[in-house]
Structure formats: structure tokens, C-alpha cells
């Protein structure tokens, strides 16, 4: 069936430095992607959305890329602050819009 | 964006009982859906709530479990039935917007 992984369960990082959060994705068909952030007690916030005719983009102090040859997708977070902290799950889109396929979540935490 | 509030936040059941989640969305939307997120795991989607029919439930979940509601294009109810304490879990409302996909802020249910 349809997976979406990440590679790394939990990232810390020092405030200031840039963050790196990667996905793999399954589905080759899948042409829409989105980035959540989801804090604790909340629910899932949306970051930044990708769709397949692209490869880059950014958004504020975020940038998602999209890698199809692969089936990856990274989220970069650019001088990371305290207020990052928190699980950011990627979320697989396929080609039925509105029914996302998440992956297992990054745990980033952000030292002052 | 779309502004989804849920009732009740949180709850503690008794095993056995049903206990009926409420999603109200400040617009009219076209897509509903419902996902569950066990203890300190990723998102999984229950069901697409349809308006004026039955939902549909994806592999695993039953609409005996988990009847669910859409008499509008802007409110839905999930109801857990029969709870066990594996029911415990967050369960949260996601809507289609005119962009992109979001979310409530989750029902907390504790099933002891």
C-alpha cells in the first residue's frame, strides 16, 4: 500500500541553525504534498504545500523540496527559533485531494 | 483558511459508552474528513463524511464503530461507539479549503 517515512524520528538543534526535516514518499502518482507543524494539546498546522509540477519553494524562513526521481521531500526551516519546537509530519496527498497519507512525524526540538 | 472548532476538547469515558465529537467549520466547505491520531503516533483518516450521505470509511474502520454525521456543508459528528481503552486517542477534523487541507484542534479522549 501507500507509505509515506521519514528518516529521522527527532532532530535537535541549536537556535539560529538551519533544520533539515526529510520524507519518502511511495505513490509515483502522488502530485500534492504538505508540510504540518502540530505542537502539543493542537492540532496539525499547516506549514507549506508543494505540487508535483514543482521542485522548489519557499515559503517564510521555510523552503519544501521535491525530489519525484527519488520520491523525497525535504522541509527546511531557516534560522530555527525555540518556538519550532515541536512534530512536523509530512503528509502525502496521492491524486484524491483532501485525503492525506501522513508520515510517522519529526520530533524537533530547538535549544536556546 | 477555514477555522474548524471541535467539542468537546477532551474527555474521560467509560468503557462501553459512546461519546459523540462535533466539528463546526466557519465556512461552507465540500470536504470533511475525520483522522484519529493514537498516543505518540501519526495520523490515520477514518472516514470522508459526505454531506446528505453515508460516509465513507477507509480499510479498518466501520461506520457500527464509527457512525458518522454531515446534515450540512459546514458541521459533521463522529461518534466512537462501544469504547474500549484502545479508543484512546485524539480525534481530529480536517476540511478541504479552497487552498489547501486543515485541521481542528482535535478531540483528546481518554477511555478507561
Known amino acids: 500500500g501507500e507509505s509515506v517515512g521519514l528518516h529521522l524520528p527527532t532532530l535537535s538543534v541549536q537556535e539560529g541553525d538551519n533544520s533539515i526535516i526529510n520524507c519518502a514518499y511511495s505513490?509515483?502518482?502522488?502530485?500534492?504534498f504538505i508540510w504540518y507543524k502540530q505542537e502539543s494539546g493542537k492540532g496539525p498546522q499547516f506549514i507549506i504545500d508543494?505540487?508535483?509540477?514543482?521542485d522548489k519553494r519557499q515559503g517564510q524562513r521555510v523552503t519544501v523540496l521535491l525530489n519525484k526521481t527519488v520520491k523525497h521531500l525535504s522541509l527546511q526551516i531557516a534560522a530555527t527559533q525555540p518556538g519550532d519546537s515541536a512534530v512536523y509530519f509530512c503528509?502525502?496527498?496521492?491524486?484524491?485531494?483532501?485525503?492525506?497519507?501522513f508520515g510517522q512525524g519529526t520530533i524537533l526540538t530547538v535549544h536556546p | 483558511s477555514a477555522v474548524i472548532s471541535q467539542k468537546p476538547s477532551r474527555d474521560i469515558c467509560q468503557r462501553g459508552t459512546s461519546l459523540t465529537i462535533q466539528c463546526q467549520v466557519d465556512?461552507?466547505?465540500?470536504?470533511m474528513f475525520w483522522y484519529r491520531q493514537q498516543p505518540g503516533q501519526s495520523l490515520t483518516l477514518i472516514a470522508t463524511?459526505?454531506?446528505?450521505?453515508?460516509?465513507?470509511?477507509e480499510s479498518g474502520f466501520v461506520i457500527d464503530k464509527f457512525p458518522i454525521s454531515r446534515p450540512n456543508l459546514t458541521f459533521s459528528t463522529l461518534t466512537v461507539s462501544n469504547m474500549s481503552p484502545e479508543d484512546s486517542s485524539i480525534y481530529l477534523c480536517?476540511?478541504?479549503?479552497?487552498?489547501?487541507?486543515?485541521f481542528g484542534p482535535g478531540t483528546r479522549l481518554t477511555v478507561l
Open positions: 508543494i505540487r508535483s509540477n514543482m
Open positions: 503528509a502525502d496527498g496521492g491524486t484524491s485531494y483532501g485525503k492525506l497519507t
Open positions: 505513490n509515483s502518482a502522488s502530485d500534492y
Open positions: 465556512s461552507q466547505v465540500t470536504m
Open positions: 480536517s476540511v478541504k479549503g479552497t487552498d489547501t487541507q486543515y
Open positions: 463524511a459526505n454531506q446528505g450521505s453515508e460516509a465513507t470509511y
